[in-house]
């Protein structure tokens, strides 16, 4: 099974606790207006990679097992994020979502230490810890609470 990755950055620390990897999930059909990630709306706009090759890749670069994943809509690939999220068994995993908590599977909220819900408002944009708009919501579901 493949994913489709708009980009992936080693060494965030605004998309969670800790030195992080973040992996941009391409696709969204939310389109927030003014979104910061426009570019990741089409879901082929990113690099097709087998969901082995790109485990492999984050393991070998993310000695600190610390992943966030964001997009686009990360859930517009539920499937494939799914074997994502469990071939990164034992890595601290957070996920950047439009989508509500109760809209999310139990299934991916299991592999979640943490999950940033809610649409990107472009007005209530902060300058703070991390990335997003006031109006979202950092929910911690295990560890770093």
């Known amino acids: 099974m493949k ?11 605004v998309d969670g606790d800790g030195l992080r990897t973040v992996i941009f999930l391409s696709g969204c059909s ?16 990113g690099k097709s ?7 492999k890749n984050i393991k070998e670069k993310t000695p600190q097992k610390k992943v966030t994943i964001s997009g686009g809509e990360p859930l517009e690939q539920k499937e494939p994020l799914k074997i994502l999220m469990d071939k990164l068994d034992g890595f601290d995993i957070g996920l950047y979502t439009s989508y509500e908590l109760e809209s999310i599977d139990k299934e991916i909220i299991d592999s979640l230490s943490f999950v940033k819900t809610g649409k990107f408002e472009h007005n209530k944009k902060v300058y703070g810890k991390y990335f997003g708009s006031s109006n979202q ?7 770093n609470n």
């Open 3 to 13: 994913l489709y990755i708009s980009g992936i950055i080693y060494g965030s620390m």
């Open 30 to 45: 939310v389109g927030c207006k003014e979104c910061q990630n426009k570019k990741h709306w089409n879901i082929k706009s």
């Open 49 to 55: 990679f087998s969901i082995d090759e790109l485990v």
């Open 137 to 143: 919501k950092m929910i911690y579901l295990k560890g």
